[in-house]
């Protein structure tokens, strides 16, 4: 396995905040996508502790869940939603942009090769699907070039400690997996595909969908020992960061996924076949053939880095 180098995100704000600022996050609120009418809705993530991973005699629990560490958690808000098909395709069809740039400073999306919904849904709050994590980051990427606003995906521990919103157990909700068809689209009731976002309950911090429907990108490169090689009181504020394109550290499952799958402290890792059906040489970049339950959801910071660091963020993970 390649060698994982933890990378200190000071321009993630994983910093530690006090109460004060802590209380400046207790608002939903509402941003319009640029270029259209689209809303997508951000609910607050206060400031706490979180204990990742699972405990050793969790049902269908696997090795590269623990040991479990407590990290303390930094305020940010969350997307109530996946990011959707529609919100996408505004950022794929900005004509301000240029398509496979290596000098501009926002990238377009490079034309779909096949239908990658494959018939499920597209317009009307179908989530995106079937595109890469650098797909997900260039998406971020323009949003801060078009507001200003420094949007990124969650860090794994972001994401599970929003996930569980408090809870210790198997599932969000509880352990009795009886309840997932509540909360989740998977393998058992979603007929095979992906639905519209909100048709499920959400969580206690009103994320939908945070199970299920399409497995969500992280900014993590995968380590199956990340837990047992973890530094007590110095990855609090750290994210496992690689170079490499694979793999990544996916969350939460998708439709395709069984019940033990969706459990909030299972990690799912990209793989080359993720892409293997690709007819393009060089295979893209952007899209993902065998992904159809793939997406991602975003995140913004409470404290919002400066211009320099955002630029060297995104190229640190984009390469430009």
């Not at 990427?141 to 919103?165: D, H, M, Q, V």
């Not at 048709?199 to 911090?205: D, F, G, I, M």
């Not at 998708?254 to 799958?261: S, W």
């Not at 913004?300 to 660091?309: I, N, S, W």
């Amino acid at each position: 396995m390649k060698k994982i180098f933890v990378l200190f995100i000071t321009i993630c704000c994983f910093q530690r905040i006090n109460a004060q600022d802590s209380a400046k996050i207790s608002s939903a609120y509402k941003f319009v996508i640029p270029g259209s009418s689209l809303q997508h809705g951000m609910v607050p993530i206060s400031a706490g502790n979180l204990i990742i991973g699972s405990k050793s005699t969790e049902k269908n629990r696997k090795a590269d869940e623990g040991p479990q560490h407590k990290i303390a958690i930094p305020a940010f808000w969350m997307g109530a939603f996946e990011v959707s098909r529609d919100e996408f395709d505004v950022f794929f069809h900005d004509n301000n942009i240029s398509e496979n740039s290596t000098v501009d400073a926002i990238t377009r999306p490079s034309p779909q090769y096949i239908d990658f919904s494959l018939g499920m849904g597209k317009e009307g709050g179908y989530p995106v699907n079937s595109l890469s994590q650098y797909a997900a980051l260039m998406y971020c990427r323009w949003l801060y070039n078009k507001t200003g606003i420094f949007y990124r995906l969650p860090s794994e521990a972001e994401w599970e400690y929003a996930c569980r919103a408090g809870s210790t157990s198997t599932y969000f909700f509880g352990n009795d997996v009886a309840a997932l068809d509540k909360y989740a689209w998977y393998k058992k009731n979603s007929d095979n595909k992906f639905h519209q976002a909100g048709l499920k309950l959400p969580n206690a911090w009103g994320l939908y969908d945070i199970l299920g429907n399409v497995s969500e990108w992280t900014l993590d490169h995968y380590d199956e020992n990340r837990l047992v090689n973890w530094q007590e009181n110095t990855d609090n504020v750290f994210v496992a960061y690689n170079k490499a394109r694979y793999p990544k550290v996916l969350r939460g499952g998708g439709f395709n996924d069984e019940a033990g799958q969706l459990r909030s402290a299972n990690r799912f890792q990209s793989h080359p076949s993720l892409n293997r059906r690709d007819p393009q040489i060089p295979k893209s970049k952007w899209w993902l053939t065998d992904a159809p339950a793939i997406g991602f959801r975003i995140v913004r910071p409470l404290a919002q880095p400066g211009a320099d660091e955002v630029n060297e963020f995104f190229k640190q993970y984009l390469g430009k």
